[in-house]
């Protein structure tokens, strides 16, 4: 057998969970179809729909469609998509996001296979409130990735279990893996130009019970992540960013529900405590550019 036989293309597949946007999610589907990366799959898992997901199937034979009839959640739908996959990378897309130039995926798989030391490429989000495209740029390191459209190696992820569980079901989630690979030793990496569309569709979002949850899921991130020596300055960091923002947005009530729902989970939420370590939480912070 030839010593120099040309290494098989990694696998990929680009996972969608959706939840009654069946008005949005074909644009989302076909986008991940006329990816040029091959070899390329592409499933969606329908959270629990009521608004007839189910019967876009027949018009994507070439997706792998699967169901749960109870709402798991975004964060344990996601985690069976991605977990089950017998593939090296799995390719996170919103049901309401959608690629651009058809090359995204190619790109990142390239970066990743020639950067082993990376477990993940966060797009350059494109949205209506930030709708203007850059050029290509080179890959640098960031804090972290958003689960609208990013791409994850896999063998890295499994290593950490996945995404942890949430009370809430909304939000954080992709903040805590990030800074789980950061303190394993992975870089996450950006390219600028390499764009997502986030469309924000407004379907079967409520905004308020998003941001409670979000808030909430924060917090528990903060208090379980977040090693003795930072944890009750960053803590109460957090809590006031969160108050100021809510203030500026007028989404008091859902922030103030979310910080209560949270502190009466503290106890539940101590007994999951699996701090970082402060390297970690530094360098989170600092590529973070006060997203964090």
């Known amino acids: 057998m030839a010593a120099n036989l040309e290494q098989a293309a990694a696998s990929v597949l680009v996972g969608i969970v959706t939840h009654n946007r ?76 959608w690629f651009i130039d058809g090359d995204e995926v190619a790109v990142a798989v390239d970066l990743l296979d020639r950067m082993p030391g990376a477990a993940a490429v966060a797009f350059d989000i494109l949205s209506r409130s930030h709708p203007r495209p850059a050029p290509r740029g080179q890959a640098h390191a960031v804090g972290m990735f958003v689960g609208c459209g990013h791409v994850l190696r896999l063998s890295a992820v499994r290593r950490l279990g996945g995404y942890a569980d949430f009370a809430g079901g909304y939000g954080g989630e992709e903040k805590d893996l990030s800074l789980r690979l950061i303190d394993a030793g992975f870089e996450i990496l ?17 905004l308020g019970q998003q941001h409670r949850s979000g808030v909430n899921n924060d917090l528990t991130m903060a208090l379980r992540r977040f090693p003795a020596a930072v944890l009750v300055p960053l803590l109460a960091w957090k809590l006031v960013r969160h108050l100021i923002f809510a203030l500026r947005h007028g989404l008091l009530r859902p922030a103030l529900a979310g910080m209560r729902d949270w502190s009466a989970a503290i106890p539940a939420i101590w007994r999951t405590r699996a701090p970082v370590g402060l390297a970690a939480v530094r360098r989170f912070y600092s590529l973070s550019r006060g997203r964090a």
Not at 28 to 40: D, G, H, N, W
Request: charged share 25%; glycine share 6%; proline share 3%.
């Open 22 to 97: 069946a008005a949005v999610l074909p644009k989302a589907v076909a986008s991940a179809l006329k990816q040029s990366y091959r070899p390329l799959a592409v499933a969606v898992h329908d959270d629990g729909s009521s608004d007839g997901t189910g019967a876009l199937a027949g018009s994507f034979p070439q997706v792998r469609w699967q169901r749960s009839d109870t709402r798991q959640g975004l964060i344990q739908a996601r985690n069976r998509l991605m977990l089950a996959a017998d593939v090296d990378y799995f390719v996170s897309l919103d049901d309401d996001a």
């Open 190 to 206: 950006q390219v600028d130009g390499l764009h997502v569309w986030h469309e924000e569709s407004a379907l079967a979002r409520d």
